[in-house]
Nanobody, 124 residues
Framework: QVQLVESGGGSVQAGGSLRLSCAAS????????MGWLRQAPGKEREFVAG????????SYADSVKGRFTISRNNALNLGYLQMNSLNAEDTAVYYC?????????????????WGPGIQVTVSS
């Protein structure tokens, strides 16, 4: 069955960096666009970044542009989210998700597969 598993989360001080990874199995990863989404306590799930199935197109939420970078390695079935200059507002559970389409989407309901999520906590 399809599995997406996030890793690399944890606690960091404001201004620090983390790199999240998403390991995919049970699907032809290169046929799926990938997204990273997050949900903070008491808030709705929101789009963070997305990447097309070949890595040629990326998109970002305005709140993370210039700080976060999404990438992927289809040969290894891995996706990444490099997060720099983290601040307290970035504290959330982060999810990787996949949709069988070329391009990513900021609409979370179109993603077909989800990882269980991983906590990122930024202390100020």
């Amino acid at each position: 069955q399809v599995q997406l598993v996030e890793s690399g989360g944890g606690s960091v001080q404001a201004g620090g960096s983390l790199r999240l990874s998403c390991a995919a199995s049970g699907l032809i990863f290169s046929n799926y666009a990938m997204g990273w989404l997050r949900q903070a306590p008491g808030k709705e799930r929101e789009f963070v970044a997305g990447i097309s199935w070949n890595g040629g197109t990326t998109s970002y939420a305005d709140s993370v542009k210039g700080r976060f970078t999404i990438s992927r390695n289809n040969a290894l079935n891995l996706g990444y989210l490099q997060m720099n200059s983290l601040n307290a507002e970035d504290t959330a559970v982060y999810y990787c998700a996949a949709r069988r389409a070329y391009g990513p989407s900021s609409v979370y309901s179109v993603y077909e597969y989800w990882g269980p999520g991983i906590q990122v906590t930024v202390s100020s």
